[in-house]
C-alpha cells in the first residue's frame, strides 16, 4: 500500500517562498506520476503540479506558472513543490497524490495534507 506524507507547509508572508515535500513509500516511487492538489476553505480540491514517471514532464496550472517548480528524487522516494513569490490566494491545504499513468489524471493514492497559509 502506498503511502504518503507531506511536509514543509506553514505560514509566510506575501512575496515568501516554501518548498513543500512529500515522501513515498509502499511501492516503486519511479513508477509513479506525482503531483500536488490543493483545496481552500469553502472550495473544491484543484490541481496545482505534476510530474511524469515516464519522461519527467511536468505541468502546472495557470495560477502557479512561474512561480511553483515541481521535481522529483527518485533516489529519495520524494518530490517537492517550490513555491515562490506566495500570494494570499494560494492559501490552502496542499495534497500529495500518486497516479500509476503516465499523466496525472485520477489519483491512485492521497496524502493527508500540509496547511500553507500566506498573510496579506
Known amino acids: 500500500q502506498v503511502q504518503l506524507v507531506e511536509s514543509g507547509g506553514g505560514l509566510v508572508q506575501t512575496g515568501g517562498s516554501l518548498r513543500l515535500s512529500c515522501a513515498f513509500s509502499?511501492?516503486?516511487?519511479?513508477?509513479?506520476?506525482m503531483g500536488w492538489f490543493r483545496q481552500a476553505p469553502g472550495k473544491e480540491r484543484e490541481f496545482v503540479s505534476s510530474?511524469?514517471?515516464?519522461?519527467?514532464?511536468?505541468d502546472y496550472a495557470d495560477s502557479v506558472k512561474g512561480r511553483f517548480t515541481i521535481s522529483r528524487d527518485n533516489a529519495k522516494d520524494t518530490v517537492y513543490l517550490q513555491m515562490n513569490n506566495l500570494k494570499p490566494g494560494d492559501t490552502a491545504v496542499y495534497y500529495c497524490?500518486?497516479?500509476?499513468?503516465?499523466?496525472?489524471?485520477?489519483?491512485?493514492?492521497w496524502g493527508r495534507g500540509t496547511q500553507v497559509t500566506v498573510s496579506s
Open positions: 509502499g511501492r516503486t516511487f519511479g513508477s509513479y506520476t
Open positions: 510530474i511524469s514517471w515516464r519522461d519527467g514532464s511536468t
Open positions: 497524490a500518486a497516479d500509476a499513468s503516465s499523466r496525472m489524471t485520477d489519483p491512485d493514492y
